[in-house]
């Protein structure tokens, strides 16, 4: 009996870690992995960093709920990195709550933008 428990034991054990071997890796030009924290941003997060470089895996902001998200004080180029998941787009905008919104960044992927006129971003389900 307790041989037969081994087994299914580490039966389950392998098809767990096949089950990792198998996951899909995405890449494209600026894309970063999905679904893992990367660069200090974790998996599901919209991260704004203070300059056009990853800070060391540092962000200065971070996102993770949907809706408008006001900034203050940034000026310059920064690297704006979308983390989230399932589609969810990211979206600079001028105005304050969300306004006068540019663009749709898609998930795992990065930009460095000049943000001195904007003034919050935007996250939405894709």
Sequence with gaps: MRQIQAKVKAVAATTALAGLAVLPLAGSAHAA?????SHG?????????PNAS?????????????GAHNISGQYGVKRFFNNQTGGAIARNCT????????GAQRAGTYADYNYTPYNSVRLERG
């Design 33 to 37: 992995p999905k679904a893992a924290a």
């Design 41 to 49: 941003c974790p998996s599901g997060y919209v991260c704004l960093y």
């Design 54 to 66: 990853w800070n060391g895996g540092k962000p200065i902001y971070k996102w993770y709920t949907y």
């Design 95 to 102: 105005g304050r709550n969300g306004t006068g919104c540019q």
